[in-house]
C-alpha cells in the first residue's frame, strides 16, 4: 500500500498538460487487454500510424458539432496522450497506459449512449483515413465497445 501512495505521490504533471488528481496508474485502466501478437498493430500501420490516427481523432471530435462541447474545457494535450498510450497498449504496440479508469475518467461529462456513437463514427473516419482495413477497425471497436458501459450515463 505504501508503494502504490508514493507512485501517486510521485506522479508528475507531462510538459503542456494541465495537473489531475493522483489516481493510481495501471495498464487494467486502459478498459481492455492487449491484442495478442502484431497483426493489429501492423494493420494499424505502428505507433505511427496510431498517432496520426489519434490526431485525426482529436481534430473530428472537437470540431464535431455534435460532441464538439464536450471537450470544450478538456485539456486536449493529456486526452491525445492517453489516446495514444491507450490505442498503443491494445494495439500490442509495446506502450503503458497511464491514464484512469474509463468510469473516472469519464464521470461527470455527463456522456449519452448517442455521444458515444459519435465519438465512434469520427474514429471510424480517421482510422479510414489512414488505411486501416475495415476487418481491423472492426476487431479494434469491439475491443472499445465494452468501454462504453463505464462512459455513458444513459
Known amino acids: ?9 510521485l506522479q508528475t504533471v507531462p510538459p503542456g498538460e494541465e495537473p489531475v488528481d493522483p489516481y493510481a496508474q495501471s495498464n487494467a485502466n486502459a478498459g481492455a487487454k492487449p491484442f495478442e501478437g ?3 498493430l501492423d494493420a494499424f500501420h505502428g505507433r505511427a500510424g496510431i498517432d496520426r490516427i489519434v490526431e485525426d481523432l482529436v481534430g473530428r471530435i472537437t470540431t464535431d458539432k455534435r460532441i464538439a462541447e464536450i471537450f470544450e474545457k478538456q485539456d486536449k494535450m493529456r486526452l ?3 489516446l495514444k498510450e491507450q490505442f498503443c497498449y491494445i494495439l500490442n504496440g509495446g506502450c503503458d497506459y497511464s491514464g484512469r479508469t474509463m468510469k473516472d475518467a469519464h464521470k ?7 455521444d458515444v456513437g459519435a465519438l465512434v463514427e469520427d474514429l ?9 482495413p475495415f476487418f481491423a477497425q472492426n476487431r479494434f471497436l469491439a475491443k472499445l465497445a465494452p468501454m462504453k458501459r463505464d462512459s455513458a450515463e444513459r
Open 1 to 9: 500500500m505504501l508503494i502504490i501512495a508514493l507512485a501517486i505521490a
Open 38 to 40: 502484431t497483426a493489429m
Open 80 to 82: 491525445r496522450r492517453l
Open 108 to 114: 461527470d461529462l455527463g456522456l449519452q449512449t448517442a
Open 124 to 132: 471510424q473516419a480517421a482510422m479510414s483515413t489512414e488505411g486501416v
